[in-house]
């Protein structure tokens, strides 16, 4: 096998791993009945989308190069930038995935505080008790 | 089986299969989606444009410059989830603290020693990740989020009364916040200010000259390279972002001491 093959290879184990995480995060959303599992389902779940918006920006391999990080570590002369521009992964999904974070950490935040404002309310958690405590 | 069971379920063999279909011509991502790429790439540090940020770091350039709006409301929406907490927690949390907390609260010596020793190389990298983020991967809200990590640490080795005592209090965490987030906006506006004041044309977000628009940010500061407004938008992001992560943290480990 060649270098290209595994790296294929490698990429696609990735891939299957993260549709993998979207089902059991979906599932644990869905089914888990304790509040906090569902919201940690929940980050799990826009990890994993995250992740999968950086693995689209990802740059295809090729043979003998290495993708590197969107840093121009050398002199801005017109050589580097061509040969920077042609190595560098997507810059753009990264920076749409740092602003989808901080939006996630806020919804994250909240869920937390509902949560523990139903903690003090219900004195539970599990959803199937608070269900039957008349909503 | 219920039925809103056998849905869910049947909903998830769709959408998982509709997912598969979507990215089975992504397996290897395609060429198509680097000519959008090229642009930000090209154009980043490259002095010979007039369409630069000159940023060697691409991801902060479009965070900061590029999409700069964007950033600017996904740091609004996280103060609005950190007001929507405090007001629904409020009256939960003991805002004065108590005069005496014994000295024997916490962990032990060796433990608070060291706490005191890396505390302060916590910060430095945090200040040392958001004041490079325009030469090397970071920014505003990842140093700002390492710089939280310190008070969070102090919070549980030392007690969570023990910040509240020392002055690091939730008044003073919005207070610094809400500084954090003015700074964030009147330098999105300087330029913009400046070209009404010297009669040029000036836009909200413009980081260095454009074409039609001849006034900019300087891109050095004695030599060393600042990349224009996107510096200053890290240091404010700092502030707010380690600002905001400590408020969280009080409130959360004080209520939580108080209702059990």
């Known amino acids: ?135 | 089986m219920k039925p809103v069971n056998l849905l869910v379920i049947i909903t998830l063999i769709l959408s998982a299969s509709f997912l598969l279909t979507f990215a089975s011509s992504y397996i290897v991502p395609t060429e198509n989606l680097r000519r959008l790429a090229l642009f930000y790439l090209v154009t980043t540090y490259n002095p010979e444009t007039q369409y630069t940020a000159l940023s060697p770091e691409g991801v902060t350039a479009i965070v900061w410059d590029y999409r700069g709006l964007d950033t600017l409301f996904e740091t609004a929406v996280f103060f609005l989830a950190l007001i929507a907490a405090l007001s629904l927690v409020r009256g939960l949390y003991a805002e004065t603290p108590p005069q005496e907390v014994s000295r024997e609260a916490g962990l032990s010596t060796i433990v608070k020693t060291v706490t005191r020793i890396t505390a302060p190389m916590i910060i430095a990298v945090g200040a040392s990740v958001a004041l490079h983020g325009h030469l090397t991967p970071g920014g505003g809200f990842q140093g700002g989020s390492i710089v939280a990590v310190a008070p969070m640490v102090f919070m549980v080795i030392f007690s969570s009364l023990y910040v509240l005592r020392k002055g690091v209090t939730t008044t003073k965490m919005l207070v610094l916040r809400s500084i954090g987030l003015i700074g964030v906006g009147l330098t999105s506006i300087a330029v913009f200010m400046a070209g009404l004041i010297l009669g040029e044309l000036g836009y909200v977000f413009q980081n260095m000259p454009k074409p039609g628009a001849p006034l900019g940010m300087p891109s050095h500061v004695g030599g060393t390279l600042i990349s224009g407004t996107l510096w200053f938008f890290n240091l404010f992001e700092m502030f707010a972002v380690a600002a905001g992560f400590t408020l969280i943290f009080i409130v959360l480990l004080i209520a939580g001491k108080k209702e059990g």
């Open chain 1, 1 to 135: 096998m060649d270098m290209a093959m595994v790296n294929t290879y490698l990429l696609i184990v990735a891939l299957v791993s993260l549709f993998a995480n979207t089902i059991i995060a979906i599932y644990g959303i869905f089914f888990k009945p304790h509040y906090t599992k569902k919201v940690i389902s929940l980050t799990i779940l826009s990890d994993t989308l995250n992740l999968f918006a950086v693995y689209l920006g990802f740059r295809r391999w090729v043979a003998g190069q290495n993708p590197r990080p969107p840093v121009l570590v050398s002199e801005p002369t017109r050589d580097n930038i061509i040969s920077f521009a042609q190595r560098a992964v997507d810059p753009l999904p990264q920076a749409l995935v740092l602003t989808a974070i901080v939006i996630g950490l806020a919804v994250t935040l909240f869920l937390i505080f509902l949560g523990y404002m139903l903690y003090t309310h219900y004195k539970t958690l599990d959803m199937r008790e608070i269900r039957k405590l008349r909503g």
